[in-house]
């Protein structure tokens, strides 16, 4: 599966939106990309995934270009709760156990 | 709803000891994972069950055994404990379907001395 690139860390005052970028260039057609996030040290916790559409849930936007070689999250009105390492995985839907989990992206959200 | 429930949230053990981590899930999903996280790296998948009763190697196996007890149970065990798996471990599952995502338990945080 892909590997993904992200910013080790970024900040983000509270009340704005938080936009998270994931690079994966070497992405192949049928590949997804996920997102998770970890609050803290607890499990981590899944957020929003797409192939090729932009996608919305209540937790968060996500755009993929339409090259597919990035994506970025956005969260939009991001909360000191938000605070939290963020993963990007690029893997073939059914297949968890090829996820590669990076180092991430460390958002903090600041008051 | 409890999701996936791991046991015990924290263990010390001496080098040479022996332990089994219990996971627990239900979801009635297929798959289920075991991962540890070192400090300041991402999760690395230890083993892994497709299915109630197969199990299969993940990227750092050496040192442990699973089993697949049923559908809801997995569980990781270490025969003889060194301080080198000194780590948080998580388990997961999923329905490894289209669509579905992977749920996390809360961690187990070992130190072995």
């Known amino acids: 599966d892909a590997k993904t690139t992200q910013p080790p860390s970024m900040d983000c005052a509270e009340g704005r939106a938080a936009n998270l970028p994931c690079n994966h260039s070497?992405?192949?057609?049928?590949?997804?990309v996920y997102w998770y996030r970890q609050i803290h040290s607890q499990g981590p916790q899944y957020i929003i995934h797409?192939?090729?559409n932009n996608e919305t849930n209540e937790m968060a936007s996500l755009i993929i270009t339409e090259d597919r070689k990035s994506s970025t999250l956005i969260l939009p009105h991001a909360t000191l709760r938000d605070t939290a390492v963020y993963y990007c995985?690029?893997?073939?839907?059914?297949?968890?156990?090829?996820?590669?989990f990076g180092t991430g992206t460390r958002l903090k959200v600041l008051a | 709803n409890a999701g996936v429930t791991q046991t015990p949230k924290f263990q010390v053990l001496k080098t040479g000891q022996s332990m089994t981590l219990q996971c627990a899930q239900d979801?009635?999903?297929?798959?289920m994972y075991w991962y540890r996280q070192d400090p300041g790296m991402g999760l690395r998948l230890i083993y892994y069950?497709?299915?109630?009763?197969?199990?299969d190697k993940g990227e750092v196996p050496n040192g442990y055994n699973v089993s697949r007890l049923n559908k809801r149970e997995f569980s990781l065990r270490l025969e003889s404990a060194a301080p080198s798996q000194t780590s948080v471990y998580f388990c997961?599952?999923?329905?490894?379907?289209?669509?579905?995502?992977?749920?996390f338990g809360q961690g187990t945080r070992l130190t072995v001395v």
């Open positions: 069950s497709a299915s109630e009763g197969t199990t």
């Open positions: 995985i690029a893997a073939h839907p059914g297949r968890t156990y090829k996820y590669i």
């Open positions: 997961a599952s999923s329905a490894d379907r289209r669509n579905t995502e992977a749920f």
């Open positions: 797409g192939l090729k």
């Open positions: 070497t992405i192949s057609g049928n590949e997804y």
């Open positions: 979801m009635n999903h297929n798959s």
